[in-house]
């Protein structure tokens, strides 16, 4: 089975910078888009962003020019660079791998457990 584990997060104060990382263990890796979500409590849970098998990146407007999604293959890991952190960030971050079933019997959509980040001085 595929497990998804959250690591990064904590407390950073306004105009700051955190990367939170993700390592996804088991079968496969490469196949899996690989994504960022937050979600506030009472609120649904939205796309921060996301990295394809292919490398191809896409942004909340939120989010965008403020933070960076990589992925390291070698490394079975996702990370996400937080700059010019702001209150609105303050959420629960979960790393998400996802990938077609009919495309491998290994794919799937797999969470991890979130992970706080919290923005305050």
């Known amino acids: 089975q595929t497990q998804v584990v959250e690591s990064g997060g904590g407390l950073v104060q306004p105009g700051g910078s955190l990367r939170l990382s993700c390592v996804v263990s088991?079968?496969?890796?490469?196949?899996?888009?690989l994504a960022w979500y937050r979600q506030v409590p009472g609120k649904q849970r939205e796309l921060v962003a996301k990295?394809?098998?292919?490398?191809?990146?896409t942004y909340s407007d939120s989010v965008k020019g403020r933070f960076t999604i990589s992925r390291d293959n070698s490394k079975a890991s996702l990370y996400l660079e937080m700059t010019s952190l702001n209150p609105e960030d303050t959420a629960v971050y979960y790393c998400?791998?996802?990938?077609?079933?009919?495309?491998?019997?290994?794919?799937?959509?797999?969470w991890g457990q979130g992970i706080q980040v919290t923005v305050d001085s």
């Open positions: 990295i394809t098998q292919n490398g191809y990146r």
């Open positions: 088991g079968n496969i890796f490469s196949p899996f888009d």
């Open positions: 998400n791998a996802n990938c077609d079933p009919y495309g491998s019997i290994w794919c799937g959509d797999f």
